[in-house]
Nanobody, 119 residues
Framework: QVRVVESGGGLAQPGGSLRLSCTVS????????MGWYRQAPGEERELVAR???????NYADFVKGRFAISRDSADNTVYLQMNNLKPREAAVYSC?????????????WGQGTQVSVSS
């Protein structure tokens, strides 16, 4: 069983910053990539940023230059530094992992962390 735990959400002012963390744990587990997604009320879930354990990243166009994803491969942890936040970016941010346990591919989600952006 894979455990995905997020932290770091909260309230930021417009133009402010927050840093999200996500740690994945499981036995016999090999992690390939982790990503952050967000879903605002009434909207579809969308990719924010994704990183492979080899360090390749991809970002949604709407966060390029403001958000940065990084990882600590030793701890199976990924971080999302969010700068210059906008009110419309308030959403539940969820972490996703892609990996394997033995020969089986796994794809798991955390419970999500609320990000609010308001003055």
């Amino acid at each position: 069983q894979v455990r995905v735990v997020e932290s770091g959400g909260g309230l930021a002012q417009p133009g402010g910053s927050l840093r999200l963390s996500c740690t994945v744990s499981a036995s016999r587990f090999r992690l390939y990539a982790m990503g952050w997604y967000r879903q605002a009320p009434g909207e579809e879930r969308e990719l924010v940023a994704r990183i492979t354990m080899s360090g390749n990243t991809n970002y949604a166009d709407f966060v390029k230059g403001r958000f940065a994803i990084s990882r600590d491969s030793a701890d199976n942890t990924v971080y999302l530094q969010m700068n210059n936040l906008k009110p419309r970016e308030a959403a539940v941010y969820s972490c996703n992992e892609e990996g394997t346990i033995g020969d089986a591919m796994v794809d798991d989600w955390g419970q999500g962390t609320q990000v609010s952006v308001s003055s």
